[in-house]
């Protein structure tokens, strides 16, 4: 049963998570959708009616300021995140802003730094962490079932779905399969492992039928993160049409593997193995992803917990995806700070 107040949302991004994954989950929670957002107002208005929503607007300053909004759902491009966050943080409003929480480590601190100075919950929308299957893999880790963990391997190549061939892969609004997908797969790895990515390596290669041979961003890639002395190993795709998603943690214990557990969906099977004995993991409670995400944003909207994913644990992701970018850009390992 619902212990928090319904919050009343406005939408900054006409997108296609919004109308798919979010303005449902918002929904379903009771929660009412004040407001849409787009820099396009035809599409403002289209989006609003298609959805049922009263408001449409293009003027971004009054949809940051919007009266008796409690908090804004960005899921606009990735260029945009940060200051439509900072213009909506200003305004009072909480936000749930889509990954990656910026385009790099300075805005994301200063975006950061302006939620804490107003007192509002800045959330980062990484979904995978809240998942079951997540949730049960970090609890085998966390509760010393496989040990000490040595390494960790991410497989989420995937091929991009026709809808989404635009912005991704282009260099204008922060594209390209590193702060797509391998910003996730940092996030979940940072929920699993408990701690955060100090040093990267990494190959990023442009492999679509789609690619320009001037440029533009990756669309597969394989990194190596150092997580404590824990090692992650992923490989990331726009271009992979034929391959389950799957995380693997192997333990000084034993080991987890997760299939299809890298997906929107609540999916996926576990199976451990020790002293060469396989056997399934029963995951219970497999909850929509984008509720749980948005139960965790109300219950800290109310001072009832933290978020699934914090802004601060955004951050991290995005400092780890940033260098795996830069470590595939410059063939050179890549030393990762201390961000929040
Ligand atoms: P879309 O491409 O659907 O929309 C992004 C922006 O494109 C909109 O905000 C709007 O820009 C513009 N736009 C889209 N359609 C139209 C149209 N018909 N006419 C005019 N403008 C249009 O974005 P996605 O939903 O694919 O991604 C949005 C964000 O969500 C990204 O940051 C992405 O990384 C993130 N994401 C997160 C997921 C998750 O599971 N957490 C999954 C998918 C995406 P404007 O607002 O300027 O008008």
Same mark, same amino acid.
């Given at each position: 049963?619902?212990?928090?107040?319904?919050?009343?949302?406005?939408?900054?991004?006409?997108?296609?998570? &919004? @109308?798919?994954?979010?303005?449902?989950?918002?929904?379903?929670?009771?929660?009412?959708?004040?407001?849409?957002?787009?820099?396009?107002?035809?599409?403002?208005?289209?989006?609003?009616?298609?959805?049922?929503?009263?408001?449409?607007?293009?003027? *971004?300053?009054? +949809?940051?300021?919007?009266?008796?909004?409690? @908090?804004?759902?960005?899921?606009?491009?990735?260029?945009?995140?940060?200051?439509?966050?900072? $213009?909506?943080?200003?305004?009072?409003?909480?936000?749930?802003?889509?990954?990656?929480?910026?385009?790099?480590?300075?805005?994301?601190?200063?975006?950061?730094?302006?939620?804490?100075?107003?007192?509002?919950?800045?959330?980062?929308?990484?979904?995978?962490?809240?998942?079951?299957?997540?949730?049960?893999?970090?609890?085998? %880790?966390?509760? $010393?079932? *496989?040990?000490?963990?040595?390494?960790?391997?991410?497989?989420?190549?995937?091929?991009?779905?026709?809808?989404?061939?635009?912005?991704?892969?282009?260099?204008?609004?922060?594209?390209?399969?590193?702060?797509?997908?391998? %910003?996730?797969?940092?996030?979940?790895?940072?929920?699993?492992?408990?701690?955060?990515?100090?040093?990267?390596?990494?190959?990023?290669?442009?492999?679509?039928?789609?690619?320009?041979? =001037?440029?533009?961003?990756? =669309? @597969?890639?394989?990194?190596?993160?150092?997580?404590?002395?824990?090692?992650?190993?992923?490989?990331? &795709?726009?271009?992979? +049409?034929?391959? /389950?998603?799957?995380?693997? %943690?192997?333990?000084?214990?034993?080991?987890?593997?997760?299939?299809? %557990?890298?997906?929107?969906?609540?999916?996926?099977?576990?199976? /451990?193995?020790?002293?060469?004995?396989?056997?399934?993991?029963?995951?219970?409670?497999?909850? =929509?992803?984008?509720?749980?995400? *948005? =139960?965790?944003?109300?219950?800290?909207?109310?001072?009832?917990?933290?978020?699934?994913?914090? &802004?601060?644990?955004?951050?991290?992701? *995005? +400092? $780890?995806?940033?260098?795996?970018?830069?470590?595939?850009?410059?063939?050179?390992?890549?030393?990762?700070?201390?961000?929040?």
């Amino acid at each position: 049963m619902r212990t928090t107040p319904p919050l009343r949302w406005g939408l900054i991004g006409a997108s296609d998570i &919004a @109308a798919t994954r979010i303005v449902p989950a918002i929904l379903r929670g009771s929660d009412t959708v004040e407001f849409v957002y787009s820099s396009t107002l035809a599409w403002a208005e289209q989006y609003a009616a298609i959805h049922g929503i009263s408001n449409a607007t293009a003027d *971004l300053a009054r +949809a940051c300021e919007w009266p008796g909004v409690d @908090a804004v759902y960005i899921s606009s491009t990735n260029e945009k995140h940060a200051y439509q966050t900072l $213009g909506s943080v200003a305004a009072g409003k909480h936000v749930l802003c889509e990954k990656p929480l910026a385009l790099t480590v300075a805005d994301g601190q200063d975006m950061l730094r302006a939620a804490e100075k107003q007192g509002v919950v800045l959330a980062v929308n990484h979904h995978l962490p809240g998942a079951a299957t997540h949730r049960a893999i970090q609890h085998l %880790v966390s509760s $010393g079932n *496989l040990g000490r963990p040595l390494a960790m391997r991410i497989g989420h190549a995937v091929m991009i779905p026709e809808r989404l061939k635009g912005w991704r892969l282009t260099d204008l609004a922060g594209g390209g399969v590193i702060l797509d997908i391998t %910003v996730h797969d940092i996030s979940a790895a940072q929920a699993i492992l408990g701690n955060t990515a100090t040093e990267a390596s990494a190959i990023a290669v442009r492999q679509g039928a789609w690619s320009l041979p =001037d440029g533009g961003p990756s =669309d @597969a890639v394989m990194a190596t993160l150092r997580f404590g002395d824990a090692m992650v190993q992923l490989h990331d &795709a726009f271009t992979v +049409a034929h391959c /389950r998603s799957s995380i693997e %943690v192997i333990g000084t214990e034993g080991s987890v593997r997760g299939v299809d %557990v890298m997906t929107q969906d609540p999916f996926g099977t576990l199976w /451990r193995t020790v002293d060469g004995r396989t056997e399934q993991i029963a995951v219970s409670n497999r909850r =929509d992803l984008y509720d749980i995400a *948005l =139960d965790g944003f109300r219950s800290a909207t109310a001072g009832l917990g933290q978020p699934t994913v914090t &802004a601060a644990e955004g951050l991290s992701a *995005l +400092a $780890g995806a940033l260098a795996v970018a830069r470590a595939a850009s410059t063939r050179r390992n890549v030393r990762i700070a201390s961000v929040s």
